[in-house]
């Protein structure tokens, strides 16, 4: 895997406050008293063993889950809740919800759809923008993602590695504040990897302020500014890429760079 440029450095304004997040399913409590702050232009990786609640706890800031406490603001504005403190009503959270780009592990196209409309499809109909200049713009962001030859086909048509890449697309194609990547190459096979991956070190290189879930230790020391480290439901590191990796200071870091054979 090859070194990349440093990501831009991140400013002082604060895009996501995560604040005392907490979330059980019956008796598993899968986070615990959550808390961080992003500021733009940071790329933060989430690591840890499977089930500590990293995939969870993006779904929370995303409100595909509604925590159970703590509160999550996005660029100042509190997610799921309107200014009066009444809970958001659908329109209401979809429309919060276009402000952040979701890349999931799955690819989740629309099948009946080309690529070029499963990019089109969010901006038009839940920004309710002007059709012709999404589309312009669609087209300009599938070059970007190197699909620029594919538009017309169905998902059924490409490699894992291309659907995820058209999901980076739909996503961007939002032009969210903030991009979070649940486990983004991990339905792949180790083949497709590196074309994925190497869109998003791009991103990070552009500026992209990213939340990424990832297995993908040498990847995530590339591109995070930041390293949070999990184990069951709590924040037990959150450190420097080159501090993290180089000088953990928990065992359980220790055991899960161990696990992984990190090197």
Known sequence: MNAIANPKPATTDTVLRVQGISKSFG???????????MQKGEVVSLLGPSGCGKSTLLRCINWLEEPDAGHIRLN???????????KMNDT??????????MVFQHFALWPHMTVLENVMASPVHVQKRDRKEVENEARAVLKRVGLEDKMDMLPSRLSGGQKQRV?????????????????PTSALDPMLVGEVLEVMRDLAADGATMVIVTHEMKFARQVSSRIIFMDSGHIIENRSPEDFFDHPQTDKAKTFLHSVQYK
């Open 92 to 101: 209401q959270l979809s429309q919060m919800r276009s402000r952040i780009g």
């Open 76 to 86: 100042s504005e509190r997610m799921g809740y309107a200014g009066s403190g009444a």
């Open 167 to 183: 999901g980076i697309a739909r996503a961007l194609a939002m032009k969210p504040e903030i991009l979070l990547f649940d486990e």
């Open 27 to 37: 008796d598993n409590h899968v986070l615990k008293d959550i808390s961080f702050d």
